[in-house]
Structures are given as C-alpha cells and as structure tokens.
C-alpha cells in the first residue's frame, strides 16, 4: 500500500483565494483525520469521519474551513477565503477500527 | 480534557549517549499512549504504543518507553542515540476504546551530535 496520500506537497496562495487539499487515505481504513500542525500551537486535530461521517468537527477554527469525505477514498479539506494565519502544515491519518493512526507526508500551506 | 506534556522542547545528545525523553498525560481514566517520530518535511510515523499488558514497550529501533500509571508518565528512552535518530518526536494520548483519537504533546527536538 502506498500509504495515505495528501495532495499538493506544497501550496502558496494569496490571502482571499480558496484553497482545497486532498487526501486519499489507506484503503480499507474507515476513520480519517485531518490535524493541522503549526510552531505556536503543535498538532491539532481539526476534523475526524468515520466510515465517511464527520465525527467531531471542534477542531475546526471557524467557518471559513469545511472537510468533506465523499467516498471511502477521499476527503478535502477546504479554506474559504483563506488569511495568512492560515499557514501551516496540515496532516491526513487514515486508521483501520481503533488502530492507531497513519500519516500522509503533509501539505504544507502558506498563504501570503 | 486529555492533555499531554512534552518538558523538554529540545534535548541535545551526543551520539552513543543515552537519552530520555519525557511525556507526562493528564487523564485520569485508562488511556492508550503513543511515541511518534518526525523526521524533516516527513509526516509522523509511529514509533511505539501501550495499549495493555506489559507497561515497558519497545520499538525496533531500540527505543523504548515504560506506562508508569502512578506518575502518569510514558518517557521514552534509549540507551544508546545514532545520529539518525535526530528528529522531532511527539508523545500522544486517547482514551481506551478510541485509539484513534489522539491528542498530542508539543514535541521534543533531539538533536544528536557527535
């Protein structure tokens, strides 16, 4: 298995666009996380589903983000618009049951 | 709420030297408790994990990390550091039943130097 994949690696945008990350998690995995890790705050967990149903959202800051996991095998994680706080690097973990959690390698998001 | 804290944001070692890094959890009900390791522009990959049984688990990389439930302690600990072993590392917590929740500590930089 290619382990869990999150799309663009990188991502520079300008204050105000709409940015979407992707992420396909491992396959047979039916839990999904997206955490957002940054130097001041560390890891938070912003979002999980399971089985493609969002779980608890309290993680999300505000409004202007949204998570959505159509299928089994994917899930975006959408900020609208976006503002240079934004900027982070954020996380896609897939976990199997109440395994412990894989990550994919990051999207790191700057917003200028 | 479950809380973890990572005391050491940095801790420097020379290569073949022992090293401890320190994870103390707050909750107070059983938990599941984890080491995860991060390696530069990576994404975290397990290192090790207690769920039950035997208190001291080991990696196989040579680390290893003992579930002290009294001191509510998961130190991480090896005996003898390679310079490879330099990355960030992050303790983390759940509540039993729901290992896949996981709240995390703010992590420790070890840097090994020869």
């Known amino acids: 298995d290619a382990g869990v994949i999150q799309s663009p690696r990188h991502e520079v945008t300008e204050m105000g666009q709409e940015v979407t990350l992707r992420c396909k998690p491992i396959?047979?995995?039916?839990?999904l996380f997206w955490y957002r890790q940054t130097m001041m705050r560390g890891l938070e967990l912003l979002i999980y589903?399971?089985?493609?149903?969002?779980?608890?959202d309290s993680g999300m800051p505000e409004d202007r983000f949204s998570a959505k996991m159509p299928n089994a095998s994917f899930s975006t994680l959408k900020i609208q618009p976006s503002e240079p706080r934004d900027s982070a690097v954020y996380f896609c973990?897939?976990?199997?049951?109440?395994?412990?959690?894989?990550f994919g390698q990051g999207t790191r998001l700057t917003v200028v | 709420a479950q809380s973890v804290t990572q005391l050491d944001s940095q801790v420097p070692v020379f290569e073949e030297a022992p090293v401890e890094l320190r994870c103390n959890y707050s909750?107070?009900?059983?938990?599941?408790l984890f080491w995860y390791v991060q390696y530069p522009n990576q994404g975290l990959q397990l290192l090790l994990k207690?769920?039950?049984?035997?208190?001291l688990v080991e990696s196989i990389n040579g680390f290893e990390a003992e579930f002290n439930k009294s001191q509510t302690s998961f130190h991480l600990r090896k005996p003898s550091v390679h310079i490879s072993d330099t990355a960030e590392y992050f303790c983390?917590?759940?509540?039993?039943?729901?290992?896949?929740?996981?709240?995390f500590g703010t992590g420790t930089r070890l840097q090994v130097t020869l």
């Open positions: 983390a917590v759940s509540y039993t039943g729901t290992a896949s929740k996981l709240t």
């Open positions: 909750s107070s009900v059983s938990v599941y």
């Open positions: 973990a897939s976990s199997a049951g109440t395994g412990s959690p894989f």
């Open positions: 207690y769920l039950s049984g035997s208190t």
């Open positions: 396959s047979g995995h039916n839990s």
């Open positions: 589903f399971n089985n493609n149903v969002p779980i608890d």
